[in-house]
Nanobody
Framework: VQLQASGGGLVQAGGSLRLSCAAS????????MGWFRQAPGKDREFVSA????????HYADSVKGRFAISRDNTGTTVYLQMNSLKPEDTAVYYC????????????????WGQGTQVTVSS
């Protein structure tokens, strides 16, 4: 089982990036998927989650109105569109998946992808 994240990079404050996370197995189409991030010296924190049918989404207060999570039609790829980026959004971003919604939103999903670095310069 693999979750492959991509799309990170260096961007100026106010700019945008789109992260992608592709699951290697179609079974993830029925799982909740989400994004977390970890800034240097800080604990990993929840960013956003989306249910298998994309009907429910949830965001951390710090990114509401700026970030948008979505899934493709197969349900195996999740995206994080990040707009109006701030220097404090700088972190390694991780995707995650779990059959249970609560496991993702509480930060205890069974499956994690590798991280992708997002750096926002001021």
């Amino acid at each position: 089982v693999q979750l492959q994240a991509s799309g990170g990079g260096l961007v100026q404050a106010g700019g945008s990036l789109r992260l992608s996370c592709a699951a290697s197995e179609r079974t993830f189409s029925t799982s909740t998927m989400g994004w977390f991030r970890q800034a240097p010296g800080k604990d990993r924190e929840f960013v956003s989650a989306i249910t298998s049918g994309s009907k429910i989404t949830h965001y951390a207060d710090s990114v509401k109105g700026r970030f948008a999570i979505s899934r493709d039609n197969t349900g195996t790829t999740v995206y994080l569109q990040m707009n109006s980026l701030k220097p404090e959004d700088t972190a390694v971003y991780y995707c995650a998946a779990d059959p249970r919604w609560n496991s993702v939103v509480t930060g205890t999903p069974d499956y994690w992808g590798q991280g992708t670095q997002v750096t926002v310069s001021s």
